[in-house]
C-alpha cells in the first residue's frame, strides 16, 4: 500500500484546513485508515482514525469536537478536517493504514500499523 497525504500549509489560529491522504495498492475498504502527527521534539502521538468495517471514528481528547476524520472509499481516500486550530496542532501529519480486524485498542498504537504516508506540515500560527 502506497499512502500519500497533502494538504497542509500554514493557517492563523482559528483557521480550518483539510489533510487528504490517498491510498493505491490494496483494497481500501478493507483498511483503517489513522492520522498520527509528530511536533519537534516529542514523540509522535494518535490524532484520530476510522475503522473500515463500521466506520466507527475515534480521536484523541486533544482535538475532539475539532477535527473529523472520514473516508472516501470510491476515491480510497481519508481525509482530516481540522477546524478551530490551535498553535500547539503544529506538528508534521502522517496518515497510516492497518490492515486485519482492527481491534478498537490497536487503533490509537502507531505500532500495530502497516503502512505510513510521507508526512505534511501544518504550521498554526498564533
Known amino acids: 500500500v502506497q499512502l500519500q497525504a497533502f494538504g497542509g500549509g500554514l493557517v492563523q489560529a482559528g483557521g480550518s484546513l483539510r489533510l487528504s491522504c490517498a491510498a493505491s495498492?490494496?483494497?481500501?475498504?478493507?483498511?483503517?485508515m489513522a492520522w498520527f502527527r509528530q511536533a519537534p521534539g516529542k514523540e509522535r502521538e494518535f490524532v484520530s482514525a476510522i475503522r473500515w468495517m463500521d466506520r466507527n471514528t475515534f480521536y484523541s481528547n486533544s482535538v475532539k469536537g475539532r477535527f473529523t476524520i472520514s473516508r472516501d472509499n470510491a476515491k480510497n481516500t481519508v481525509y482530516l478536517q481540522m477546524n478551530s486550530l490551535k498553535p500547539e496542532d503544529t506538528a508534521v501529519y502522517y496518515c497510516a493504514a492497518q490492515t486485519g480486524n482492527s481491534i478498537m485498542s490497536t487503533l490509537y498504537r502507531d505500532d500495530k500499523y502497516d503502512y505510513w504516508g510521507q508526512g505534511t506540515q501544518v504550521t498554526v500560527s498564533s
Open positions: 495498492g490494496r483494497a481500501f475498504n478493507r483498511l483503517s
